[in-house]
């Protein structure tokens, strides 16, 4: 009987120091291969390598981000693949999410999300029509923070990551109220990955939109972070490092606060700098 990958796995490395060698037991970060498929229709619509755990929330939030669902209700279960030929064995690297009856799932737009890196020439003025078209919306002013909100959200994150404190290999993604209580968080080692968990977790709990909240990610805000954030609803958005120029772009066009370089005392406000409530 197989049982689930744990997140962090044992490994043996030799630790080169002062001009000696030593051998040293270290834990790393699993890696393995998520296949999302779709019941009844039996189609497999995305594999993403992630760490293993939050599996099911992975998939819902990516399916919803990706706009193939648009609410909660929109599945009736998710579950392991169960392998048949070897006595109904789970196979814990494959999720079944069963989509409601007479749900016909528009399949399109997932075609763009498998790109192999973020310079293989994805139209930014497509990717942002497209957001239209799924029916995401300019996000109201709504929340107000303080910088000293915001200074505090980096230690907090760093904190929570136990994986990360381990195995140092990590990304996170955090969910904060406006006073910068940490609500929830998910590590993963993509990014992305990190707020699909978020998000679905989210989705499955029925908090959707995340409207009154922030949402750091450690690294830099992509794309696919602000793509993401803006079917969540979010309207601050923060990183330890810099946006790209899509991410700019997305979050000026969706009324998003987009912050970068958030270390220590000092952060860079991209667009929505209205929402930084300074005395």
């Keep these: ?13 030799w630790v080169v120091e002062t ?33 293993p755990g939050a599996d099911f929330q992975l998939a819902a939030g990516f399916l919803y981000s990706e706009g193939v669902i648009s609410c909660r ?24 999410v069963e989509l409601r009856e007479g749900l016909i799932p528009d399949l399109q737009p997932l075609e763009r999300h498998f790109y192999t890196s973020s310079a293989c020439g994805v139209c930014g003025k497509a990717s942002l029509e497209d957001l239209h078209l799924r029916g995401c ?3 109201t002013p709504g929340i107000l923070v303080t910088p000293e909100t915001i200074y505090s959200l980096p230690d907090q994150l760093r904190a929570a990551q136990g994986i990360f404190t381990a195995t140092g290999g ?38 959707l ?15 696919e972070i602000l793509q993401k954030s803006t079917t969540a609803g979010v ?4 990183s330890v490092s810099a946006p790209s120029s899509l991410a700019v772009s997305v979050a000026k066009e969706f009324g998003i606060t987009l912050i970068g370089f958030l270390r220590g005392q000092r952060f860079n406000v991209y667009t929505g700098v209205e929402r930084i409530s300074v005395a």
């Design 73 to 96: 209700e929109d599945i009736r279960r998710i579950s392991y693949c169960m392998d048949e030929s070897v006595d109904g064995e789970q196979r814990y690297n494959i999720v079944n």
């Design 235 to 238: 309207p601050v958005v923060c």
């Design 170 to 207: 990590l990304h996170a993604a955090a969910v904060f109220d406006v006073k910068g209580q940490l609500l929830n968080l998910w590590e993963d080692v993509g990014r992305h990955n990190a707020l699909d968990k978020l998000i679905g977790s989210a989705l499955l709990s029925d908090e």
């Design 19 to 51: 001009g000696k060698i030593r051998p040293r037991l270290d834990q790393i970060t699993t890696e393995e291969p998520l296949e999302i498929r779709l019941l009844p229709h039996q189609k497999t619509v995305a594999v993403t390598m992630r760490t």
């Design 209 to 223: 939109p995340l409207s009154n909240h922030i949402v750091m990610v450690s690294g830099r805000s992509s794309f």
């Design 1 to 13: 009987m197989t049982i689930p990958t744990a997140s962090k796995t044992k490994a043996t490395v």
């Design 137 to 139: 919306t300019v996000i």
